[in-house]
Structure formats: structure tokens, C-alpha cells
């Protein structure tokens, strides 16, 4: 048992040593002389193990028909165990039975596949893998909070429900109370006045716009909220549904925001790796046997950066084909930036100056009229994790590429704005949390890392 969840049942415990624990049992063998139970209460990964001898009243009417899944209240004494697989157990001096379980109770005492478990996601954080990804999960959000919080940018709630599309790309998610007909008028077209906003509105794709607000007020500024997407991208590192970090900095250049990047991802893995010791050592040994290795070499090693072309190059001198062509121009594929990390760099990389016909409208154009100031973040087994870019400051050069996008420029009257009121050089980037949870735990579908997943046909819970 670690020395941490000591100190959780000491914080719990009552008068000389006893303590009282509640939790649910993973397990209880009854036997002859005596009862053990494997209780857990989500704390940490090990439970505890709970010695029941048949000297209490309950013991033979209630105890012995307890199993797996019951909800227990044990008051008892915290003692060194003679048994093997554990330092402490506990010598009940009582039991209360708070919540029996039906005998249809899905999870036994076996290995489940992830794909059912998914089927039954009221009850996956009741496995030692899911209870993991979800202490975990709370690790790495406190560290998130920790880096921006230390380093005075302000945490900014960005609003879910919106009228701009903050990519431009257009997979949002409409947001109405009123039935597709009632909008529609004569000519066909939707009246959104009658809506409940009075607009057309949808759910956010990324807090960027408004962290620029924030930015442009305030210096320093992050985001930490759902973000949504309509792409139809049935993969095993899209969701429909998922968190992003967005900081935004002003008068701040693409080379500061690439090292606040890179800051930034070797301080929450590092805080992970040390608050998170008891799960990373159980992905390790259960799910992917690399895990350790690579969470350390991100924070050890510096990440190579390089541009986009160089990117290209080296990708078309790759020999074995890829199902993607390359060229300059079109977008990287998660297969060019995995072959990139896992087997060109064998680390993290840092790929700058993309093409801007393949980049979002707000990205800053280089001097070269082709390529902006964008960065993207790749990692080894998860690709992309991190975009980002300096943003286009210029108001005449931004118009115009609100124009290009087909975007209407009066939705975006307000960002233009922000340009001609003591704009400023400002940047920023959006890390998906879940693909960082994905690269901190060695799971290998997102749909394992977030609670409740939400993806193409399926929104359950
Ligand atoms: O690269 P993206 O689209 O960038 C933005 O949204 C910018 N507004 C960020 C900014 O500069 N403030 O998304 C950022 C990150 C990606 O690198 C990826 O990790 C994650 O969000 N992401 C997704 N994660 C899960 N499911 C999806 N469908 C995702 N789409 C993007
Ligand atoms: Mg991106």
C-alpha cells in the first residue's frame, strides 16, 4: 500500500488507530475461520484488504453474503498484515452493508475488454484501468491549472454556445430550441430570428477568439474548457466532445509561444510522473510496456524543431510508401507526423510554417505570401497534440483573409476590431487534452480517456 493512502485513512481515521473506510467491494472470499474483502473507494489504485473474523453479531447473516460490487461501511483497526500482498490491512470490528448488489453485477473479477466496458460506462470507474485514467485525468488537470496559475495568466471561462466558427472550418454543432421547419421561411431560407438567441448560433469549436479578447486585455490568458466538432472522423484519437488548453499571449511571437509549448508539456508530464506514481507503474506494467520510458525522454529530451518544407523533404525520402501521398501543400497525415516522431526523430517534434492554404484564417502570413506562423506539437504513438500559431495582427492582411476563407466579415467585426484598438503581436496554441491523456497513460483509444465519450452514433449517458 503507498504511503499516500495511508495518510488518507489516517485523515479519516477516529480515536487509538481505528478508522473508519467506505468503499466497494472488488472481491471477498469467505473462508472457514474467517472473511477478507478487497474494498476500494477510488482513492488509489490498491485497495485495502478487510479481515472479518465470525465473532461479529452480523457475521453470519450478513457478512458472509457479501460480494463482489456491495457498498460497505467497515469500522475497524489498522493493522500491519501478515500477508504477503500488503503492509496494512484491517481488522473489522464492524460492517455496515449500505448498498447491496443485484446478481447481474457485470464486472467480475476478470480482465474485460475495453470495448464492453465502454458498453457499461456507469460502472468502468469501478475498474482498476478506468479508476486510473480517471485519477489521473484529475492529476493532469491540477497540473495544467498549476503551470498557467504559477506563471500569472489569468484563467478565462470561454463561452460554449457562440456565433463565430473559431477555425473556420465549419463542423459545428447547431444550437436551436426551434424544429428545423419553423425556421425555414418562404424562400427556403432559415429565419433565425425566431430562434432562441435571435441568431444562429453553435457550439464552440475552440476558445481561441475570445482568449484573444482576453489577451488583448489582460496579457496573459488560458482556456481549459469542452470544445466541440462536428467532423465525422470515427477515429481512435477524435471525439466529437473533448477538452482543450488554450493559452493566449500578447505581444508574443511564434518563438515564445513554441517555447511556452514545450514548457508547459514537460511540466504536466513531470507533475503526472510524480504525483501519479502507483497508476503510471500499473499502465506500465498492463497496458503499454514503453510508457515510463517515454513519458521521461518527453521531459528529458529537447524536441527537434522543423518547418514544414523541411518536413516534406524529409518524408519524400522516406522509401516505403505511405497511404498518403506527400507533397508540399497538402495537409501532414497522422502517419507522416507519427513516422516523424517514432521514427525520423524518435522524440517530440516541433513542425513550424505550414502552408496557409491548409491553416485557419487567423494564422500570421510570413513574409513569403505562402506559409504562415503556425506550429503544430507531434509525439511519439499520438501525432498532433499540440496547434498553434502567432496570430495575424494586421488588419488589412487579416480582412483579407477572412475574405479568402468566405467568411462574412460583419460575424467577425468585433475581431477585426481588437486589430485597429491597440492590437498587438499576440499568440497562442490548443493542446487536446484527451490526446495528452492518451500519451500519459498508453491507452490506445480516446474514448477510454475521457468519462463519457462522445463520437459519430454514439452519445450515451
Ligand atoms: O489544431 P486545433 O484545431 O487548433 C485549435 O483549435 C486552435 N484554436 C488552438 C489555438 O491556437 N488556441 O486543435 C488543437 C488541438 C489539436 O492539436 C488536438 O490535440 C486537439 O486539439 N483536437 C482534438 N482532440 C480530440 N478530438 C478531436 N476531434 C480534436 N480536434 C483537435
Ligand atoms: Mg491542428
Same mark, same amino acid.
Given at each position: 500500500?503507498?504511503? +499516500? ?84 490491512? #484491517? ?14 453485477? %457485470? ?84 429565419? /433565425? ?32 474548457? %469542452? ?19 488554450? %493559452?493566449?499571449?500578447? /505581444? $508574443? +511571437?511564434?518563438?515564445?509561444? #513554441? ?16 504525483? $501519479? ?34 518536413? #516534406? ?17 497538402? +495537409? ?24 496557409? +492554404?491548409?491553416?485557419? /484564417? ?58 485597429? /484598438? ?40
Amino acid at each position: 500500500m503507498p504511503a +499516500d493512502r495511508i495518510s488518507k485513512l489516517q485523515r479519516r481515521s477516529c480515536a487509538g488507530g481505528s478508522v473508519r473506510v467506505e468503499g466497494w467491494l472488488r472481491s471477498a472470499r469467505h473462508g472457514k475461520e474467517r472473511s477478507f474483502l478487497d474494498l476500494n473507494d477510488g482513492s488509489c489504485l490498491s485497495g485495502i484488504q478487510v479481515v472479518v473474523e465470525p465473532d461479529l453479531p452480523n457475521y453470519e447473516a450478513l457478512v458472509k453474503t457479501l460480494k463482489n460490487g456491495c457498498a460497505v461501511s467497515v469500522f475497524g483497526e489498522l493493522v500491519t498484515s501478515p500477508g504477503k500482498s500488503q503492509r496494512y490491512e #484491517i481488522l473489522s470490528k464492524g460492517i455496515d452493508i449500505v448498498g447491496e448488489v443485484a446478481d447481474d453485477y %457485470p464486472l467480475q473479477k476478470k480482465r474485460h475488454s475495453f470495448e464492453f466496458l465502454r458498453t457499461i460506462a456507469h460502472l468502468r470507474p469501478r475498474t482498476n484501468t478506468l479508476g486510473s485514467v480517471w485519477r489521473v485525468r484529475n492529476a493532469a488537470t491540477m497540473a495544467v491549472h498549476n503551470f498557467f496559475q504559477t506563471r500569472d495568466f489569468l484563467y478565462l471561462h470561454s463561452p460554449i454556445i457562440t456565433l463565430s466558427d473559431a477555425e473556420g472550418a465549419g463542423e459545428m454543432f447547431r444550437v436551436t430550441t426551434l424544429d428545423a421547419k419553423r425556421l425555414l421561411q418562404e424562400d427556403g431560407r432559415e429565419d /433565425f430570428s425566431k430562434d432562441f438567441f435571435g441568431d444562429e448560433t453553435h457550439l464552440t469549436v475552440s476558445g481561441q477568439l475570445e482568449a484573444e479578447i482576453g489577451a488583448l486585455a489582460m496579457h496573459d490568458v488560458y482556456t481549459f474548457g %469542452p470544445t466541440f466538432r462536428a467532423e465525422n472522423s470515427n477515429t481512435s484519437r477524435h471525439l466529437a466532445e473533448f477538452w482543450m488548453v488554450e %493559452p493566449e499571449m500578447a /505581444f $508574443c +511571437d511564434l518563438e515564445e509561444d #513554441i517555447e511556452v509549448a514545450k514548457d508547459f508539456l514537460k511540466e504536466v508530464i513531470q507533475a503526472v510522473l510524480s504525483d $501519479c506514481e502507483e497508476d503510471l507503474a500499473f499502465f506500465n506494467e498492463r497496458i503499454e510496456r514503453n510508457l515510463l520510458n517515454s513519458l521521461r525522454n518527453a521531459v528529458n529530451t529537447q524536441p527537434v524543431h522543423m518547418t514544414y518544407t523541411d518536413a #516534406i523533404e524529409v518524408l519524400k525520402g522516406k522509401s516505403k510508401g505511405f497511404t498518403f501521398p506527400v507533397s508540399w501543400g497538402a +495537409d501532414l497525415q497522422s502517419e507522416h507526423e507519427r513516422f516523424l516522431c517514432e521514427e525520423y526523430v524518435k522524440g517530440p517534434v516541433v513542425v513550424t510554417d505550414y502552408p496557409k +492554404d491548409i491553416k485557419a /484564417f487567423y494564422m500570421y502570413v510570413n513574409d513569403d505570401e505562402k506559409t504562415v506562423r503556425a506550429v503544430d506539437v507531434l509525439l511519439p504513438g499520438i501525432g498532433e497534440i499540440i496547434g498553434g500559431s502567432q496570430r495575424e495582427h494586421r488588419h488589412d492582411v487579416l480582412s483579407r483573409r477572412l475574405m479568402e476563407a468566405g467568411l462574412p466579415l460583419d460575424r467577425y467585426k468585433w475581431y477585426l476590431d481588437l486589430r485597429r /484598438f491597440g492590437g498587438v503581436p499576440h499568440s497562442g496554441f490548443g493542446l487536446g487534452f484527451e490526446r495528452l491523456m492518451l500519451f500519459l497513460t498508453g491507452m490506445s483509444n480516446i474514448r477510454d480517456v475521457i468519462p463519457f465519450p462522445r463520437v459519430p452514433g454514439y452519445a450515451e449517458f
